[in-house]
Nanobody, 112 residues
Framework: QARLAESGGGLVQPGGSLRLACRTG??????????LAWYRQAPGRQREWIGS??????NYTDSVQGRFTISRDNSRKTVYLQMNSLKPEDTAVYYC?????WGQGTQVIVSS
């Protein structure tokens, strides 16, 4: 299993932006051919799928469509989650996932 490590979380005001990164320890061929996904888990709630980057494109859950963007840098074996127009309800721990591997999560707090 590849090791995944998220970074970039923090405290941001409503309407602000953050970019999360998920660096993988996968070999290049594995990274390039696997789907990478972002999830989040708010306090007291189940983990929620946000979106996925796969060979044919990217898709998102409705609640973040138009505000969040997933991109990947194959040379760095890193996937990014650009989050714009953040809302208090986006507060959660954010995780990346590839196959059976998960990162440890990075906390995002949206508050004034």
């Amino acid at each position: 299993q590849a090791r995944l490590a998220e970074s970039g979380g923090g405290l941001v005001q409503p309407g602000g932006s953050l970019r999360l990164a998920c660096r993988t320890g996968a070999i290049t061929s594995v990274f390039n051919t696997n789907t990478l996904a972002w999830y989040r888990q708010a306090p007291g709630r189940q983990r929620e799928w946000i979106g996925s980057s796969w060979l044919r494109g990217v898709n998102y859950t409705d609640s973040v469509q138009g505000r969040f963007t997933i991109s990947r840098d194959n040379s760095r074996k890193t996937v990014y989650l650009q989050m714009n127009s953040l809302k208090p309800e986006d507060t959660a721990v954010y995780y990346c996932q590839m196959g059976n591997s998960w990162g440890q999560g990075t906390q995002v707090i949206v508050s004034s």
